[in-house]
């Protein structure tokens, strides 16, 4: 990605403003680099979509970088505008510890899967796979306190696992992780002895709020309701992040199964089939010895799972996308970040009551059908009845009763749990695995499940071969 490119493509003033303000930035960050002081700039209105667009450049260059704010306030719209294949790799913390927690747990399942998932040669993901592997204990503790409900501290230098940090300027000076690039959004709003550490980083860019409150703000003390609104929040924001991995994950495996079944599968049947009668005819010819029984037993039960995993996918209905030629699911940027839009509204686990429950799972499940067939069209349709249709928002500042959000964080944290058991289970199976060696043989310009459909053929053959001969050599039954 790059942002140093011209002007003339931008469909609009705003984004032709936000990428000036990104080459200005940029251009500022370049000349310190060069030997320039470091300079001042007033923080525009709109900094958002430049402040995520500077991230991905920088990123994309091999540097690291924290985007430090006074509060909490802008955490979750600048999360939002990061480039959306690039979030696992950025930080975003808010301030109350309970909340960190809970932002640092999703950040590291998304990581994880990411990492798993990511097998082209993207220079981002290879420096961060570089960063993992250069970290391996920080990593293994960081994997061990996120499955844990056990243990209240992360590990000290779980900071240095991500590139990018995007956090309040309490959480910054707490994780003490050095960059190589600071921005520092109304720094005049920070203390200063905290001020004037981050800007002590190599490259520094200060964007101050000229005129408006330049008090810097407090850690919030909340309430026992105030708590759980702002947990339910952030759990709200953090698992539609996960939603949409879980559903991209879930739409690989669908896309990369037909094509195995119709490449590999049929055959392995074929290939399973005679080798059951090969096993059989053996162990036929020695009834006694029971290790030949008992592997004739395992391959005619093989022969079986085989032929009926092959049936199921043969019968199962198939959408509009699948009634056609298997093509690998590549979901737009603009197609993702719509699903997770949607799964931010909606999602069930914060209905108000059983009515409102029906209705989002309803619309949640047309929306993930919709991102599973790339369906961009149908995708919009979900929000306009979401914005259309009944719809009660338990915690948009409507009464509700204390134990209504008691009940709806304790879905919240049962579905982010479900989410990273479920993303842990698929990424650990053999299908994925070889859905991850497949895209790492493309690169080679290499068809693994024809390399593979090309193998079990000659199996096949041998296997024929195999069996004549034993029916050849098989003892005449009486009365045959």
Request: glycine share 4%.
């Amino acid at each position: 990605m790059d942002y140093n490119g011209t002007l003339m493509n931008a469909p609009n003033d705003a984004t032709r403003a936000d990428l000036l303000l990104t080459q200005q930035w940029l251009a500022r960050l370049a000349g310190q680099a060069a030997g320039m002081a470091p300079a001042e700039l007033a923080l525009p209105a709109r900094w958002i979509d430049a402040a995520a667009a500077v991230c991905a450049q920088l990123l994309a260059e091999g540097k690291t970088l924290q985007i430090v704010v006074p509060d909490d306030e802008t955490l979750p719209e600048l999360s939002n505008a990061l480039d959306i294949d690039l979030r696992p790799l950025c930080l975003v913390l808010p301030e109350a510890d309970f909340a960190t927690r809970i932002a640092l747990r999703a950040t590291l399942t998304l990581l994880k899967s990411r990492l798993n998932r990511h097998a082209d040669a993207h220079p981002v993901w290879e420096s961060q796979r570089r960063r993992i592997e250069q970290l391996a204990g920080t990593w293994q503790a960081a994997l061990s306190w996120g499955q844990s409900e056990t243990e209240a501290h992360w590990p000290d230098d779980i900071g240095h696992l991500f590139p990018a940090r995007l956090l309040p300027a309490s959480q910054a000076i707490a994780f003490n992780v050095p960059a190589d690039v600071n921005i520092l959004i109304a720094p005049e709003r920070m203390p200063g002895e905290w001020r004037d550490a981050l800007a002590a980083a190599p490259q520094v860019l200060c964007l101050s709020a000229y005129g408006r409150n330049t008090e810097h703000r407090q850690l919030i003390t909340f309430s026992a309701e105030a708590r759980q609104r702002y947990e339910l929040e952030v759990l709200t924001h953090e698992i539609a992040g996960l939603e949409l991995e879980l559903a991209t994950v879930q739409a690989e495996i669908a896309d990369f199964s037909q094509r195995y079944h119709a490449v590999v599968g049929k055959l392995m049947v074929e290939l399973d089939a005679l080798q059951a009668e090969i096993a059989q005819l053996v162990a036929a010819e020695k009834p006694d010895d029971s290790a030949l029984q008992h592997a004739a037993a395992q391959s005619h039960a093989q022969a079986e799972r085989s032929q009926q995993d092959q049936q199921r996918f043969e019968e199962a209905p198939k959408d509009a996308k699948h009634q056609q030629e298997a093509q690998p699911f590549t979901p737009s940027r603009d197609l993702k970040k719509l699903y997770r839009q949607i799964a931010q509204k909606i999602h069930p686990d914060r209905a108000a009551d059983d009515n409102d429950r029906s209705w989002r799972t309803q619309l949640m499940s047309e929306a993930t059908r919709a991102y599973r067939n790339e369906d961009e069209n149908a995708l919009r349709e979900v929000l306009n009845l979401w914005q259309e249709g009944p719809q009660s928002d338990a915690v948009s500042g409507a009464p509700n009763a204390l134990s209504g959000l008691e009940v709806q964080l304790l879905r919240m944290k049962a579905r982010l749990a479900g989410i990273q058991a479920e993303l842990d289970r698929l990424l650990a199976s053999r299908l994925y695995e070889l859905f991850v060696a497949t895209r790492l043989a493309r690169r080679q310009g290499r068809d693994l499940l024809e390399e593979m459909a090309s193998t079990v053929s000659l199996q096949i053959d041998a296997a024929r071969q195999r069996l004549q001969e034993l029916q050849a050599s098989a003892p005449v039954q009486p009365g045959t």
